[in-house]
């Protein structure tokens, strides 16, 4: 059986349970003295369609990723797959060739050695298939069972089903956790890796960057792993062009929103204005491409400035910073907005102008939702690559010429990750490394953002 055919069978099973704890209940209801129960009816259902529903789908979880394994270790321990290379990439597309036809997802194998083996998958899919659902029905029966016992006038459903219900949400506030945690691990363990073939000095403060894949591991060149210009790239393109754009634009557009336009007008651009958020970014990459690019170099070799390339960190920042608009203008509007009309009407009062009632009391006041948008959005800009691979190049160029090409730490972190290199070699470890520093940094901007919100929110309150 398929998880999802499993889990409307638990869905099932969990509403049956329901109906009848609930149907016993009622009848301890009627047959008590009092005419009264420790907890509704409702909450004894709900225990036991808890404990009926919970194992069960943990079990499927588990087992969905389980399965594949056995069935994979089945298929291999069958005669049909005798002649298989012991081990390799040819045996894996020969056994991920078969897997796919006995499933439905491909028509048919277009080799003669992965033909043997469909047979064998679609025996070991329905033999565990089968097998995985006995044991989540019979999961689901016992606790369906052991809770069903439980019902009883006297029994507290209600305080069981609150802890459970807690419980669950505290263990999805802990997969977030622990997620994050995983990250950070893995970040540091792979970056120490790293910095135990190149050293950090020549990583950090190097101008030179052009790891090589296919060079000796063992004896890796670190003059060839300075990150300097990616790091560069990144602020110049992400922290600097973007935000020339994003701020100012983003700023104005909040204001206009708030102080002077119309309500029907607001209606209908401030949703026009956050649809940019939505937009995925392969467009825009495609739109920095085929459109601000071509157009930023015709426009420079006709004013007379040579050596404009098609890709340019220009093109690059400036759509990144209409992407990110939505993020400054969002927060900003929300923080002047929740500025109370008193300090409006008092500063109004006292003569001063709109102009000034923005500049002097709305602004300073709003400052930290504002700051906490701006810092949003160079964290959203410098993690941002679709733009950058598609407009800003691969070169990786020390240099302040907006109309050059560069890269930044998100594209090479991308091209280390997908060839086919080794995770031994020091060339794709630097990706850690990279990853690593932007993870710092990201980090750094949010904590400067708290600190800002700190202090100005207790000036204000």
């Given at each position: 059986?398929?998880?999802?055919?499993?889990?409307?069978?638990?869905?099932?099973?969990?509403?049956?349970?329901?109906?009848?704890?609930?149907?016993?209940?009622?009848?301890?209801?009627?047959?008590?003295?009092?005419?009264?129960?420790?907890?509704?009816?409702?909450?004894?259902g709900?225990?036991?369609?808890?404990w009926?529903?919970?194992?069960?789908?943990?079990?499927?979880?588990?087992?969905?990723?389980?399965?594949?394994?056995?069935?994979?270790?089945?298929?291999?321990?069958?005669?049909?797959?005798?002649?298989?290379?012991?081990?390799?990439?040819?045996?894996?597309?020969?056994?991920?060739?078969?897997k796919?036809?006995?499933?439905?997802?491909?028509p048919?194998?277009?080799?003669?050695?992965?033909?043997?083996?469909?047979?064998?998958?679609?025996?070991?899919?329905?033999?565990?298939?089968?097998?995985?659902?006995?044991?989540?029905?019979?999961?689901?029966?016992?606790?369906?069972?052991?809770?069903?016992?439980?019902?009883?006038?006297?029994?507290?459903?209600?305080?069981?089903?609150?802890?459970?219900?807690?419980?669950?949400?505290?263990?999805?506030?802990?997969?977030?956790?622990?997620?994050t945690?995983?990250?950070?691990?893995?970040?540091?363990?792979?970056?120490?890796?790293?910095f135990?073939?190149?050293?950090?000095?020549?990583?950090?403060?190097?101008?030179?960057?052009?790891?090589?894949?296919?060079?000796?591991?063992?004896?890796?060149?670190?003059?060839?792993?300075?990150?300097?210009?990616?790091?560069?790239?990144?602020?110049?393109?992400?922290?600097?062009?973007?935000?020339?754009?994003?701020?100012?634009?983003?700023?104005?557009?909040?204001?206009?929103?708030?102080?002077?336009?119309?309500?029907?007008?607001?209606?209908?651009?401030?949703?026009?204005?956050e649809?940019l958020?939505?937009?995925?970014?392969?467009?825009?990459?495609?739109?920095?491409?085929?459109?601000?690019?071509?157009?930023?170099?015709?426009?420079?070799?006709?004013?007379?400035?040579?050596?404009?390339?098609?890709?340019?960190?220009?093109?690059?920042?400036?759509?990144?910073?209409?992407?990110?608009?939505?993020?400054?203008?969002?927060?900003?509007?929300?923080?002047?907005?929740?500025?109370?009309?008193?300090?409006?009407?008092?500063?109004?009062?006292?003569?001063?102008?709109t102009?000034?009632?923005?500049?002097?009391?709305?602004v300073?006041?709003?400052?930290?939702?504002?700051?906490?948008?701006?810092?949003?959005?160079?964290?959203?800009?410098?993690?941002?690559?679709?733009?950058?691979?598609?407009?800003?190049?691969?070169?990786?160029?020390?240099?302040?010429?907006?109309?050059?090409?560069?890269?930044?730490?998100?594209?090479?972190i991308?091209?280390m990750?997908?060839?086919?290199?080794?995770?031994?070699?020091?060339?794709?470890?630097?990706?850690f490394?990279?990853?690593?520093?932007?993870?710092?940094?990201?980090?750094?901007?949010?904590?400067i953002?708290?600190r800002?919100?700190k202090?100005?929110?207790?000036?204000?309150?």
């Amino acid at each position: 059986m398929s998880p999802a055919i499993l889990l409307l069978l638990v869905i099932g099973l969990g509403l049956a349970g329901w109906l009848a704890a609930r149907a016993r209940a009622w009848a301890f209801r009627s047959k008590a003295e009092s005419g009264r129960l420790a907890a509704l009816p409702s909450y004894h259902g709900w225990y036991v369609a808890l404990w009926i529903a919970i194992p069960a789908v943990l079990f499927i979880a588990i087992w969905s990723f389980v399965s594949p394994q056995l069935i994979d270790q089945a298929v291999i321990a069958s005669p049909a797959a005798s002649e298989l290379p012991e081990f390799g990439f040819q045996r894996d597309a020969l056994l991920r060739e078969a897997k796919s036809v006995a499933t439905g997802s491909a028509p048919a194998v277009f080799n003669e050695q992965a033909a043997a083996l469909v047979d064998p998958y679609r025996d070991a899919i329905s033999r565990y298939g089968l097998l995985g659902g006995l044991a989540t029905l019979v999961i689901a029966f016992l606790g369906g069972a052991w809770s069903f016992l439980k019902v009883k006038p006297d029994f507290r459903a209600r305080t069981r089903v609150e802890r459970i219900v807690m419980g669950t949400l505290l263990v999805a506030s802990l997969v977030a956790i622990l997620t994050t945690l995983g990250i950070i691990v893995s970040l540091v363990f792979e970056t120490v890796r790293f910095f135990g073939m190149v050293n950090p000095i020549d990583f950090l403060f190097g101008t030179e960057w052009g790891p090589d894949p296919m060079s000796n591991p063992d004896n890796p060149d670190p003059d060839r792993f300075g990150a300097i210009p990616l790091f560069w790239g990144t602020i110049y393109i992400g922290a600097i062009i973007a935000m020339i754009v994003a701020i100012p634009l983003g700023l104005m557009s909040a204001i206009y929103l708030t102080q002077y336009a119309a309500p029907r007008t607001r209606s209908w651009l401030k949703p026009a204005l956050e649809i940019l958020a939505g937009v995925p970014t392969v467009v825009y990459g495609y739109f920095a491409a085929l459109t601000v690019a071509p157009f930023i170099r015709d426009l420079a070799v006709s004013i007379g400035i040579s050596g404009a390339s098609s890709e340019s960190a220009l093109a690059a920042g400036l759509v990144m910073g209409v992407m990110i608009i939505p993020f400054v203008s969002s927060m900003a509007d929300d923080s002047i907005a929740a500025v109370p009309q008193a300090m409006r009407d008092g500063s109004l009062a006292m003569g001063a102008t709109t102009s000034e009632t923005i500049k002097r009391v709305l602004v300073p006041a709003a400052l930290p939702g504002i700051v906490a948008g701006i810092m949003l959005a160079i964290s959203r800009a410098i993690g941002e690559t679709m733009i950058v691979v598609m407009a800003a190049g691969a070169a990786a160029n020390l240099t302040a010429n907006p109309l050059e090409a560069m890269t930044t730490v998100t594209f090479q972190i991308v091209q280390m990750l997908t060839g086919e290199g080794s995770f031994d070699h020091p060339a794709t470890l630097s990706a850690f490394a990279l990853g690593f520093v932007l993870f710092i940094v990201t980090l750094g901007l949010n904590f400067i953002a708290l600190r800002v919100v700190k202090r100005f929110r207790e000036a204000y309150e």
